[in-house]
């Protein structure tokens, strides 16, 4: 047999044990080489506020907990050698975190948080999902954002990526993104609320009002099938630059 086909040989079996090597060690080929490694803990402080502001790629994840403290689950991403070391802290009952990152890293978070805790989270892109909280504010550059159960009031700002938010039961909401579709469905009849999407439809479901209505579309339908008064209190404002706009009861 000759060195030429010898080599065409082993070439297959040297690039699946390569392969196998670097699943093994937590890097993917495809990911240019990325290492994956945990970095979970339990907040035993009460918390009432919880913050998630690095502003790098990652998912973000949010439910009600059990305890007065937080329970963090987190997966650090990175390249090199030198593992980032996240850490946290609780001052005046408002939880931060810290990346630890020295290079290239991203970290996906799930945090279990006191239901009646307020959640701030800002980063550039990845999925948002805030579940059972007092309030939320939520911002990305990139990545889809959904709030469910939200008690209180709720902020949602995202360049690109659709927001749903459903079972609402705060008194006010703002809800804006420049490319992507709105959803909001309301547990309990809203007293302020603002839905924007400079590109995407806007689709509101809201108990019986009646509602002031300011319904605005340059490209799309319009559709309001609420009682609608214009000395009402409770306000609803909806706008797209480009989509339809629907404001129906559940």
């Known amino acids: 047999m000759t060195s030429h086909a010898m080599s065409a040989r082993l070439l297959p079996t040297a690039v699946v044990a390569l392969a196998a090597g670097l699943l093994l060690s937590g890097c993917h080929p495809s990911d240019g080489y990325r290492k994956t490694d945990r970095a979970d803990t339990e907040v035993t402080e009460a918390v ?33 050698d030198t593992r980032p070391t996240p850490g946290q802290r609780v001052s005046d009952g408002v939880l931060t975190f810290s990346d630890g990152c020295t290079g290239s890293c991203s970290i996906d978070y799930r945090l279990e948080v006191p239901a009646s805790a307020t959640v701030r989270v800002d980063n550039s892109s990845g999925r948002i999902s805030v579940t059972g909280v007092a309030g939320a504010e939520l911002v990305s550059d ?81 559709e309001v099938s609420v009682p609608t008064s214009p000395s009402a209190e409770a306000r609803i404002s909806a706008k797209t630059s480009s989509g339809d706009v629907r404001i129906s009861a559940p």
């Open 48 to 80: 009432t506020a919880v913050e998630v502001t690095e502003g790098r790629s990652g998912s973000v994840e949010v439910t009600p907990g059990k305890g007065p403290g937080v329970t963090v689950r987190r997966v650090v991403h990175y390249r090199g």
């Open 142 to 222: 990139s990545g889809k954002v959904t709030a469910e159960r939200i008690a209180g009031p709720l902020k949602v700002r995202t360049s690109s990526g659709d927001i749903t938010a459903a079972a609402l039961g705060g008194s006010s909401a703002d809800i804006r993104t420049d490319s992507g579709d709105v959803r909001a469905d309301f547990a309990a009849a809203p007293a302020a609320l603002a839905a924007r999407s400079s590109s995407g439809d806007v689709t509101l479901k809201v108990p019986a009002g009646p509602y002031r209505v300011e319904v605005s579309t340059d490209s799309g339908s319009r």
